[in-house]
């Protein structure tokens, strides 16, 4: 009867502790080619104004739609600078709002993506 036992709780014991699978989050997708007429492409260049304008990366830059998203901080996407620059790919055309933030220091800008075009837009943080 002991044995019987052991084997049931043994049983019990492997059976319930079974490895769970942890699902990753999916990194965003930047599409970077694109046909439409009405898409274009942003990038957005970092720069420190307290360092002699240098590149600064990984700095945070925010893609709002409206002021309004904007005072109340609900960004349609942000991205991370790589060697100075933050590339939103092809988004709508349209006129965005922009916050740039490095440590304490930020920018705020406005940019209009025109379909078929590349837009650059350089950001100045300061404190």
């Known amino acids: 009867m002991n ?3 052991a084997i049931l709780l043994m049983a019990i014991m ?12 999916p990194a965003q997708t930047i599409i970077t ?4 007429q009405f898409s274009g492409r942003l990038k957005v260049v970092v720069l420190d104004g307290t360092n002699n ?5 990984g700095a945070q830059v925010f893609l709002y739609p409206s002021y ?3 005072k109340r901080n609900f960004y349609l996407n942000t991205i991370s600078t790589v060697s ?4 939103f790919g092809f988004i ?11 440590g304490t220091k930020s920018d705020t800008n406005v940019v209009q993506v025109l379909g078929q075009k590349t837009i650059t837009r350089t950001m100045i943080v300061r404190q």
């Open 92 to 102: 709508l055309q349209g006129n965005y709002y922009l916050r740039a933030q490095s």
């Open 84 to 87: 100075g620059t933050a590339d």
């Open 53 to 57: 304008n240098a590149q600064i990366n």
């Open 68 to 70: 309004e998203d904007l």
């Open 33 to 36: 080619s694109d046909s439409s």
């Open 3 to 5: 044995k019987l036992f």
């Open 14 to 25: 492997v059976t319930s502790c079974t490895k769970t699978e942890t699902i990753a989050t």
